[in-house]
């Protein structure tokens, strides 16, 4: 089981920055993938940014140079910096885990952070 905990939302103007965090309630070298997604109002949940145990890191094309995902063991909490935001970027931001046991994958979710850009 992990608990995640977003925070780190807001209103913010455009071309600002804002860093989101997750907080895992276990250490995330445990867990196989964390991420980042959004959901846009009226649109699906899409994929945002990933990083492995290992630390290897993935960026979606559309926002790649703007958003980066890093993480802090001791913390046990993943981040996503992004910056100069666009109006395009308001949306709810999840968190999102993926556990791999005894054969199995576990998907977690947090319950998101709004992030709203607007002038």
């Known amino acids: 089981q992990v608990q995640l905990v977003e925070s780190g939302g807001g209103l913010v103007q455009p071309g600002g920055s804002l860093r989101l965090s997750c907080a895992a309630s276990?250490?995330?070298?445990?867990?196989?993938?964390m991420g980042w997604y959004r959901q846009a109002p009226g649109k699906q949940r899409e994929l945002v940014a990933t990083?492995?145990?290992?630390?290897?890191?993935n960026v979606v094309d559309s926002v790649k140079g703007r958003f980066t995902i890093s993480r802090d063991n001791a913390k046990n909490t993943v981040y996503l910096q992004i910056n100069s935001l666009k109006p395009e970027d308001t949306a709810v931001y999840y968190c999102?885990?993926?556990?791999?046991?005894?054969?199995?994958?576990?998907?977690?979710w947090g319950q998101g952070t709004q992030v709203t850009v607007s002038s």
């Open positions: 999102n885990a993926k556990v791999s046991m005894t054969g199995s994958w576990y998907v977690y």
């Open positions: 276990r250490s995330i070298f445990s867990i196989n993938y």
């Open positions: 990083i492995t145990s290992s630390g290897s890191t």
